[in-house]
């Protein structure tokens, strides 16, 4: 195996690696080992990976043996039965659910959710106008909103639906905590999963869960089936299912899961982006006054950005991507197991390996991205600013923040497009700066200071300052989100 850290008998690297921001500790080690290193986590073989080439060649060139998960006995086996397929194996069900949910976020299937999108970024910034200090309760409740509006067609959500949000909410948490290593010790000594449920309270409570949150999932479908059979038709990710049920051979159950994990791939995540987008609108602001000019030359200030602007704001679309590249939100993406032995540049990686790909060692590479915690859309335009460009082996994309190969993110399209509109809309309608403290002084929040959930990491919470850029913002807005409905 490739060389690495050399860690302790039996309980190998154990204790080198740090419960916090162990992606630094990733990062660090790829200068002394090289792009690809072996850890030992108490008898488990663990490859680190931490370049486009490395990850292109194994993930997307041999994909065949590179595409299931490591077990995780609580989180995916229990509490979610196996179909949660985020963290699923590479079976049978994987395969159809994926089929699925690829067909329903395509990026033709995505575009109709774009008026959706256009109007959910409006109706967040004139919140925003009114209650200013609520920025980051309104854009979470935004992306939370869109998301179950794609896959049910829910209409917007408000202070009504609390209880239901917090409801999803809390299924996710649970998954989330549910893989933090040595979080349940059945994932550390698997023998534990046969334990009888009288004898093992936390597999009763999980697999209690299941059920409860199987309904859950179940109802919310049927609500949508109910809506069809009345002879409606919602633009929504559920009614596709139905249409397609037979197609894809999905049971009752695996569709409502299907459903449900789209909100638990997508919401976090898009919000957490979210937030990364207005940190760094608050510590690079020059790069803020760039995306506003180029709106104000696109746009003016008569109307609101669209998706047709698109392909004129090139400015905002390195923006995306840069805001993807600087904070990734899930830095050590989701880990892979190789289910034969391989091969690869004369290092030997066993059957059964679990291979974590370092996604920020990876968009932090300064050889690739020159400087790379300074925030720098530019790094994505080619010398006339009009032209995209993006590093070989990063799907085009310029990062690899989605992931890779057949397990790359499902929702992409869906989210690159929420983050456009709603960073056009916000840096349209309003300026992003510092707040003050109680002194009168700037607070400069430290954008290594994060909350990791287990899965996604953002930022930790911090004030900032919003303001409307110019007096006729939230008229404009007004008047054109009347024209959407
Ligand atoms: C900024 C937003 C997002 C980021 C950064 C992100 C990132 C990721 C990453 C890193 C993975 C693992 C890929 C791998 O193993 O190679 C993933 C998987 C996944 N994502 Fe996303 N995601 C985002 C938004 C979304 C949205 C909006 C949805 C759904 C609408 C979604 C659905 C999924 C699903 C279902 C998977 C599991 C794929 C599989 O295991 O086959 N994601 N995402």
Same mark, same amino acid.
């Given at each position: 195996m490739p060389p690495g850290p050399p860690g302790?008998?039996?309980?190998?690297?154990i204790f080198d690696v740090?419960?916090? +921001?162990?992606w630094l500790k990733f990062t660090l080690w790829k200068q002394k080992y090289g792009p690809m290193y072996s850890l030992n986590m108490a008898g488990q073989p663990i490859i680190v990976v931490n370049s486009h080439k490395i990850t292109a060649d194994l993930?997307?060139?041999?994909s065949n043996i590179y595409s299931d998960r490591p077990r995780?006995?609580?989180?995916? #086996?229990?509490?979610?039965?196996?179909?949660?397929?985020?963290?699923?194996?590479?079976t049978e069900v994987w395969r159809k659910m994926r089929r699925a949910g690829h067909e329903g976020f395509s990026l033709r299937a995505s575009e109709q959710y774009q008026p959706m999108h256009i109007r959910e970024a409006g109706l967040t910034v004139l919140d925003i106008i009114q209650r200013p200090d609520a920025w980051d309760d309104r854009m979470r409740q935004a992306t939370a909103s869109s998301i179950l509006t794609a896959v049910y067609g829910w209409p917007r959500i408000g202070a009504k639906d609390k209880p239901i949000v917090e409801r999803i909410n809390a299924h996710v948490a649970r998954i989330g905590s549910a893989v933090?290593?040595?979080?349940?010790?059945v994932d550390i000594f698997?023998?534990?999963? &046969? +334990?009888p449920t009288w004898m093992a309270k936390w597999k009763r409570e999980g697999l209690e869960w299941h059920e409860r949150e199987t309904e859950m999932f179940e109802e919310f479908n049927e609500g949508v089936g109910d809506r069809m059979a009345k002879g409606e038709s919602p633009t929504c990710f559920v009614a596709s299912l139905i249409e397609t049920e037979e197609r894809h051979g999905l049971t009752k159950k695996e569709a409502a899961w299907l459903a449900g994990i789209m909100f638990a791939a997508g919401s976090e995540t898009t919000s957490a982006s979210m937030m990364n987008f207005v940190l760094a609108m608050l510590l690079f602001p020059d790069t803020m006054q760039k995306a506003q000019a180029e709106l104000d030359a696109v746009i003016g200030r008569d109307r609101i950005p669209t998706f047709e602007d698109h392909k004129d704001l090139p400015y905002i679309r390195a923006l995306v991507k840069e805001v993807l590249r600087w904070r990734?939100?899930?830095?050590?993406a989701i880990p892979r197991r190789v289910t034969e032995d391989d091969w690869y540049e004369g290092y030997l990686i066993p059957k059964g390996t679990m291979i974590i790909p370092n996604i920020w060692g990876m968009t932090h590479d300064p050889e690739i991205f020159?400087?790379? #915690?300074t925030f720098c859309p #530019?790094?994505? +335009?080619?010398e006339t600013g009009t032209i995209d460009v993006a590093p070989p082996d990063t799907r085009g994309m310029? &990062?690899?923040?989605?992931?890779?190969?057949?397990?790359?993110?499902?929702g992409l399209e869906f989210a690159n497009q929420a983050l456009f509109i709603n960073f056009a809309t916000v840096l349209w309608a309003m300026n992003i700066s510092k707040a003050a403290d109680v002194a009168g002084r700037d607070v400069t929040p430290d954008p290594n200071e994060v909350i990791d959930s287990g899965v996604v990491v953002g930022p930790a919470p911090f004030p900032c300052k919003m303001t409307v850029r110019f007096p006729e913002a939230k008229a404009v807005l007004e008047r054109e989100l009347a024209l959407t409905t």
């Open positions: 302790i008998p039996i309980l190998g690297n740090p419960k916090n +921001l162990p993930f997307d060139r041999r995780f006995i609580m989180a995916s #086996e229990i509490l979610t039965g196996g179909i949660f397929m985020i963290f699923s194996g590479y933090v290593p040595g979080r349940y010790l698997p023998a534990m999963e &046969h +334990l990734p939100v899930g830095p050590l020159p400087a790379p #915690e #530019e790094r994505f +335009l080619d310029g &990062h690899v923040t989605f992931g890779f190969g057949k397990r790359i993110c499902v």
